[in-house]
């Protein structure tokens, strides 16, 4: 039995130094997004919804509000969590979503409340139009459990928000300690291949762009 485990430990060891001598090949380039910034939007929405997201295009703050209205209502949502960056505090969505009775948690609330939450709204650091990924920074006014918890997710992103390729992305996030890559809405398929949407984070997913 020793002997076994000594060969198969030894063959592990070959194939870790052999790969360590191989150069890490270069990434081929991706296909990026053409056209302007409106017809990068587009593409980036169309990619959100190929992944079963929702998604919208706001102009103003008062089409950001009906628009509020229409999330509040269809999805009965009582309790928010809301990123406090100062994206969001500009847009006042905090504010519009008091103002719909909608109650604010703090994402420093205990368990218990945070699990009550029913929608959980944050903006974007980093968008991948390809693949309508969203790339959100883990920091002190970004808390995780806001994209992570609810059952709802509202990601608010802007056309500057745009990433050209992976690259760019991940040139974005360089430096940061944390941070969530979000595609659609959670997805987990069981070993006969059953998909189910929601089982390890949200099962709504919400993609607006703003652009006022």
């Not at 006969?192 to 703003?210: M, Q, R």
């Amino acid at each position: 039995m020793n002997s076994t485990r000594e060969m198969i430990l030894e063959r592990v060891q070959v194939a870790l130094r052999d790969g360590a001598r191989q150069a890490i090949p270069a990434l081929p380039d991706a296909p990026r997004v053409p056209g302007d910034a409106a017809a990068r939007v587009a593409a980036t929405l169309a990619a959100i919804e190929y992944v079963s997201g929702k998604t919208r295009r706001v102009k103003s703050n008062d089409e950001l509000q009906r628009a509020l209205v229409d999330l509040v209502s269809a999805e009965r949502i009582k309790k928010a969590l809301v990123w406090e960056n100062s994206f969001l505090r500009e847009l006042r969505v905090a504010e519009m979503l008091t103002e719909l009775d909608v109650e604010i948690v703090s994402a420093r609330a205990d368990k218990h409340t945070l699990a009550q939450c029913d929608l959980g709204v944050t903006s974007a650091d980093a968008v991948l139009p390809q693949t309508g990924t969203l790339a959100l920074r883990t920091t002190p006014e970004q808390a995780e459990v806001v994209s992570l918890l609810p059952r709802v997710h509202l990601a608010i992103f802007r056309p500057t928000d745009l990433c050209e390729d992976l690259r760019e992305m991940l040139a974005r996030l360089r430096g940061d300690s944390h941070a969530v890559l979000i595609t659609g809405p959670s997805r987990t398929a069981d070993i006969e291949k059953t998909l189910a949407l929601g089982v390890h984070g949200p099962k709504i997913f919400y993609a607006w762009s703003f652009e006022g």
